[in-house]
C-alpha cells in the first residue's frame, strides 16, 4: 500500500458508502441515521492501478469537551494529521454548511494534501452544492456518486501523481533488515538518524497503556487515550529524540482475542498491529501487570521473533503492584516458560502513568537494537564451532557422520549464520537448537532473533575430477587383450 486515505466529513455525507466502493467489500455500516460510524475503519482500497489504504472516520460533531463526541473528534482529527491525503467529503444537495467551513480550516492546517470532494452530485439537485463547494479555498472540487460510482476517474487523476512520491516515501521509511555482512564495513552498526530513525513498535493487550507510556516519552498528550479499552484503532506514529536517539514510535490498535473481536473494525485494527510489527526494528511488548501473558501477548511476541525483529517486555502498571519482589520473580519464570524462543529478551517494569522505568526501558531498546545488529568476525565463529563440536558432537543417523567445518554471518539485522556440514538434512532440530543457544550465551545475545541455516558444504577436494580422470585412463590401459 503506497498511501494513505482518510475519508473526512460532516456525519451522514456518505463517507461509509465511498469507503465501501473503494475497498470492494460492504465493511462499514451504511445508514440514512447519521453518526453510525463511530470510530476509525481501515481497508485495502483499489482504485484502477493504484492500491492504498483508506480510513472511514466518524462523522466530525462540532464538539471540543470530553464528551464521547469530543474525543471521538480529536480521534478523527488524529486521522487526518497521520493521513497521507484527506478526503473532505460534503453532501452537494444540502451545500455547504458552518460545521463544513469549520472543518475546512481545520484541514488546511492539518493536512498539506486535501482533496474536497461534493457527494450525491448526480443529477441537477447537487448543482449548487457542487458551486458552494468552491467557497471552502481547498481547490476545484470532485464531483462524486459514491452510490453510483460516478466521479471515480476524476478521483483517479487527482490521486495518480501523489502515489508514486508516496510509493518512495514508504520505501524510505521501511527498516533495513537482513543486511548481507560485510567485514570491511566500517559503518556497521547502522546509528539511528533523524532520516532513518530507530523504528519502534508499541504492542499488547487494548488497555494495556501504550497510548499513555508514548505520551509520558515523548512528553505531551499527543495520543488519545481513556479508561475504555480499545481507543487506539490505527496505528499512529510519532518521533522523538529519547536520550539523544532519534526515534519513530508506532502506537498500534490494542490485540483481543479472537472470540471477543466483534466488529470487522477490530478485526482491521489488529491487522494494523501486526502491520507494525513489519515495520519496526525494535517491538516493545507491553503487558498489565494484573494479567500478564495472555494468549494474544504471547502471539505478538511470537510474531516479532517470526519476522525477526528485536524485542523488549515491559509490564506496565507496576506501581500499583504491591509484592513487588515475588511478582518480578514469578514474570521471569512464566517469561522463560512461555517464550523459550526469546530466551534471555530483556524485561523491563515500568509505570507509563508516573514515567518511573522510562529510562531502564529506553537502555533495553538500544541494548535490543545493538544485538539486533551484532555482527562477529569468521575467526572468532569458527574457533565458537570448534568448541561447540568437541563438546557435544553432532550425531550419527543411519550410521553416518555429520561433518561441521565452517561456519560465517551471511547476515544482520537479526543476525544470520550459515554451517556448512556435511548431510544437512539430517541434522536434527535439537542440535540446531544447541547451535544457537551456543551463539546467544557465547556472543552475548540475549533475546534476538537468530536465523541458523546448515549447507551442504560438497565436495571442496580440487583433484576430484583429475583422480577421476587418471583412475579411467588407468583402467582402460590394464584391460586384458580380448584374444589372451
Given amino acids: 500500500m503506497s498511501f494513505t486515505l482518510a475519508v473526512v466529513g460532516r456525519p451522514n455525507v456518505g463517507k461509509s458508502t465511498l469507503f465501501n ?40 460533531e462540532d464538539a471540543t469537551d470530553d464528551s464521547l463526541q469530543g474525543r471521538m473528534r480529536r480521534l478523527t482529527e488524529r486521522a487526518v494529521e497521520m493521513a497521507d491525503v484527506c478526503l473532505f467529503m460534503i453532501d452537494a444537495r444540502v451545500g455547504v454548511t458552518p460545521t ?10 492539518k493536512n498539506a494534501n486535501v482533496i474536497i470532494a461534493a457527494n450525491k452530485s448526480e443529477g441537477r439537485a447537487g448543482e449548487a452544492g457542487y458551486l458552494e463547494a468552491f467557497s471552502l479555498g481547498l481547490g476545484e472540487p470532485v464531483r462524486l456518486s459514491a452510490e453510483h460510482g460516478e466521479g471515480m476517474d476524476e478521483l483517479y487523476h487527482l490521486l495518480m501523481p501523489l502515489a508514486d512520491a508516496f510509493e518512495e516515501r514508504a520505501k524510505a521509511d521501511a527498516p533495513e533488515t537482513d543486511v548481507d555482512v560485510d567485514e570491511d564495513d566500517e559503518d556497521a552498526p547502522r546509528v539511528p538518524t533523524k532520516e532513518k530513525p530507530l523504528q519502534i513498535a508499541v504492542c499488547g493487550r487494548p488497555n494495556a497503556g501504550k497510548s499513555t507510556l508514548i505520551n509520558k516519552i515523548i512528553g505531551e498528550e499527543r495520543l488519545l487515550t481513556g479508561p475504555e479499552a480499545g481507543i487506539t484503532r490505527d496505528a499512529i506514529s510519532v518521533q522523538k529524540d529519547w536520550e539523544g536517539v532519534p526515534m519513530r514510535i508506532f502506537d498500534t490498535a490494542g490485540m483481543r482475542r479472537k472470540a471477543k473481536i466483534h466488529e470487522k473494525l477490530e478485526k482491521l485494527s489488529v491487522s494494523d498491529g501486526l502491520r507494525a510489527v513489519k515495520f519496526a526494528e525494535v517491538v516493545v511488548i507491553l503487558l498489565d501487570v494484573e494479567i500478564p501473558f495472555e494468549q494474544q501477548d504471547l502471539r505478538l511476541a511470537d510474531l516479532a521473533e517470526r519476522e525477526g525483529r528485536a524485542v523488549v517486555i515491559a509490564v ?31 524485561l523491563v517494569t515500568v509505570s507509563a502513568k508516573t514515567g518511573k522505568g522510562l529510562d531502564r526501558l529506553q537502555e533495553a531498546i538500544m541494548k535490543a537494537h545493538e544485538v539486533w545488529n551484532r555482527r562477529i568476525t569468521t575467526a572468532q565463529l569458527n574457533r565458537w564451532l570448534t568448541g561447540m563440536l568437541e563438546q557435544h558432537p553432532p550425531p550419527a543417523p543411519g550410521g553416518r557422520r555429520i561433518k561441521m567445518r565452517y561456519v560465517t ?76
Fill in 21 to 60: 466502493r473503494l475497498v470492494g467489500k460492504k465493511l462499514a455500516l451504511v445508514d440514512d441515521q447519521p453518526g453510525v460510524t463511530r470510530d476509525l475503519r481501515e481497508g485495502a482500497a483499489r482504485l484502477g492501478d493504484l492500491r492504498f489504504t483508506v480510513i472511514d472516520s466518524a462523522g466530525l
Fill in 100 to 109: 463544513d467551513q469549520v472543518f475546512a480550516d481545520i484541514l488546511r492546517k
Fill in 316 to 346: 506496565n502498571k507496576w506501581d500499583v503492584e504491591t509484592e513487588k519482589q515475588e511478582k518480578l520473580k514469578e514474570l521471569k519464570e512464566e517469561f522463560a516458560r512461555l517464550l523459550p524462543q526469546l530466551k534471555g529478551a530483556p
Fill in 409 to 484: 554471518q551471511v547476515k544482520t539485522r537479526p543476525p544470520g549464520f550459515v554451517v556448512m556440514s556435511s548431510f544437512p538434512d539430517l541434522v536434527p532440530a535439537s542440535y540446531t537448537r544447541y547451535l544457537v543457544n551456543g551463539l546467544r550465551e557465547d556472543f552475548d545475545m540475549p533475546g534476538t532473533p537468530i536465523r541458523l541455516t546448515l549447507r551442504d558444504q560438497g565436495d571442496k577436494n580440487p583433484y576430484k575430477d583429475k583422480k577421476k580422470k587418471q583412475t579411467g585412463r588407468l583402467s582402460k590401459h590394464m584391460k586384458k587383450p580380448s584374444g589372451d
